[in-house]
């Protein structure tokens, strides 16, 4: 069975840091892209980032490029998204997400693509 668990949301001033986990169970990493989305009220659902499968390529939306880093460690079978210099504009409840196979900057941030989705964990910033 699929298990996808995010933490590591909460408040942050503007200007801060966070570091949101995703634990994956049930399966092993290795073939599998990983992604990040939000949503914030009222907003469709964002791509943020995804790393690829195989070369491990990483894509991340223009909004957040410079500032959010995603990792992978598949021996932990988890993935990271370091969020740097925070914006009140990232407020939003972070989902972690995977799909079989690669990845790439032209489909990642299509929502539909991804198979299995976590419960996501809030993000605010906010001073």
């Known amino acids: 069975q699929v298990q996808i668990v995010e933490s590591g949301g909460g408040l942050v001033q503007p200007g801060g840091s966070l570091r949101l986990s995703c634990v994956v169970s049930g399966f092993t990493l290795d073939d599998y892209s990983i992604g990040w989305f939000r949503q914030a009220p009222m907003k469709e659902r964002e791509g943020v980032a995804a790393v690829s499968s195989g070369d491990g390529s990483t894509y991340y939306a223009d909004s957040v490029k410079g500032r959010f880093t995603i990792s992978r460690d598949n021996a932990k079978n988890t993935v990271y998204l370091q969020m740097n210099s925070l914006k009140p504009e990232d407020t939003a409840v972070y989902y972690c997400?995977?799909?079989?196979?690669?990845?790439?900057?032209?489909?990642?941030?299509?929502?539909?693509?991804?198979?299995?989705w976590g419960r996501g964990t809030p993000v605010t910033v906010s001073s």
């Open positions: 997400t995977i799909q079989r196979g690669t990845t790439r900057a032209s489909s990642f941030q299509i929502f539909w693509q991804w198979e299995y």
